[in-house]
């Protein structure tokens, strides 16, 4: 099983910065794919940013500029840098992970336990 536990976030004013942080741990798994997601109040769960192994990044269209996702592969960890915060950004954010078994060669998804980001104005 995978486990994922966020720490991070917080609140800031309009401009400010915070940083989330997602550990991932599970044996016999490997995680394929890293992310965050966001869900604002009365809002669908929406992508940020996702680092996938082949080297690829993507980012929300919202986002570009202003946040930086990385990746500590070593200690599987992933990070959302988040600079320029409007209050927009504010909602809880996930950490999401694409993981594959390493027996069977399936992949699951998984969800950290979401963390607050409040930015005001």
């Known amino acids: 099983q995978v486990q994922l536990v966020q720490s991070g976030g917080g609140s800031d004013q309009a401009g400010g910065s915070l940083r989330l942080s997602c550990a991932a741990s599970?044996?016999?798994?490997?995680?394929?794919?890293m992310g965050w997601y966001r869900q604002a109040p009365g809002k669908q769960r929406e992508l940020v940013a996702r680092?996938?192994?082949?080297?690829?990044?993507n980012y929300a269209d919202f986002v570009k500029g202003r946040f930086t996702i990385s990746r500590d592969n070593a200690k599987n960890m992933v990070y959302l840098q988040m600079n320029s915060l409007k209050p927009d950004d504010t909602g809880v954010y996930y950490c999401?992970?694409?993981?594959?078994?390493?027996?069977?060669?399936?992949?699951?998804?998984?969800w950290g336990q979401g963390t607050q980001v409040t930015v005001s104005s």
């Open positions: 999401n992970v694409v993981a594959k078994r390493l027996r069977s060669g399936l992949s699951f998804t998984y």
């Open positions: 599970g044996s016999g798994f490997s995680f394929d794919a």
């Open positions: 680092s996938v192994n082949d080297g690829s990044i």
